[in-house]
């Protein structure tokens, strides 16, 4: 069973502080990752994709990718009362089937 | 602009009555999908298509159905509700790129 795992929290991050998601996959032949932000009440958004490893930076938020590890990351600087939501990781099969895999979901807090 | 629509997006229904989600999408997407979300599960896929006339089962099926008789819709049919089927559902497409783009959800509860 491929598996995405990410910490449920609620993480809590104080305004301005920088916010650290993390996800791990167990598909090692994974090519695509992606991190959609869920508010409350409403249906996922993509934030950012990334098919390699490194860093991928898009205005405050940053993932990153190390494959050989399986791991995933989502860095969001000078967090914003408004970045409260829930993160989720998604992970694309090793054959680009077009299915994606979700974690649960890392429950973001950010505190005025 | 391009979207992906859902309806209705509040559902309330009785227990063995059959329900009918609608998916509606302008992307031109040849893959979509049908997932429900519920509290300690996430999102899990219940059915998906490729293309026209092609449908294939997720990993929470049983109970439920799709047709695609064209590259913009693809309705879910609960053929006989049941409580357990209470839930948030999302439909999503993509493209080449595995990019899956959501809809606004609907919410069903079956008493």
């Known amino acids: 069973q491929k598996e995405v795992e990410q910490n449920s929290g609620p993480l809590s991050v104080p305004e301005g502080a920088i916010a650290s998601l993390n996800c791990t996959y167990s598909?090692?032949?994974?090519?695509?990752f992606f991190w959609y932000r869920q508010y409350s009440g409403k249906s996922p958004e993509l934030i950012m994709s990334?098919?390699?490893?490194g860093d991928k930076e898009d205005g405050r938020f940053t993932a990153q990718l190390n494959k050989a590890s399986q791991y995933v990351s989502l860095l969001i600087r000078d967090s914003q009362p408004s970045d409260s939501a829930t993160y989720l990781c998604?992970?694309?099969?090793?054959?680009?089937?077009?299915?994606?895999?979700f974690g649960q979901g890392t429950t973001l807090q950010v505190k005025p | 602009d391009a979207e992906i629509t859902q309806s209705p997006r509040h559902k309330i229904t009785e227990t063995g009555r059959q329900v009918t989600l609608a998916c509606h999408q302008t992307?031109?997407?040849?893959?979509m999908f049908w997932y429900r979300q519920d509290l300690g599960h996430g999102l899990r896929l219940i059915h998906y298509?490729?293309?026209?006339?092609?449908?294939n089962k997720g990993e929470v099926s049983d109970g439920y159905s799709v047709s695609r008789s064209n590259t913009e819709d693809l309705p879910l049919t609960l053929e006989s509700a049941a409580s357990s089927q209470t839930s948030v559902y999302f439909c999503?497409?993509?493209?080449?790129?595995?990019?899956?783009?959501f809809g606004p959800g609907t919410r069903l509860l079956v008493l």
């Open positions: 992307w031109n997407h040849n893959n």
């Open positions: 298509s490729y293309g026209v006339q092609d449908t």
């Open positions: 990334i098919y390699s490893n």
């Open positions: 999503a497409s993509s493209g080449p790129q595995e990019t899956q783009y």
């Open positions: 598909d090692r032949g994974s090519q695509s």
């Open positions: 998604a992970v694309g099969g090793s054959s680009n089937t077009g299915k994606l895999i």
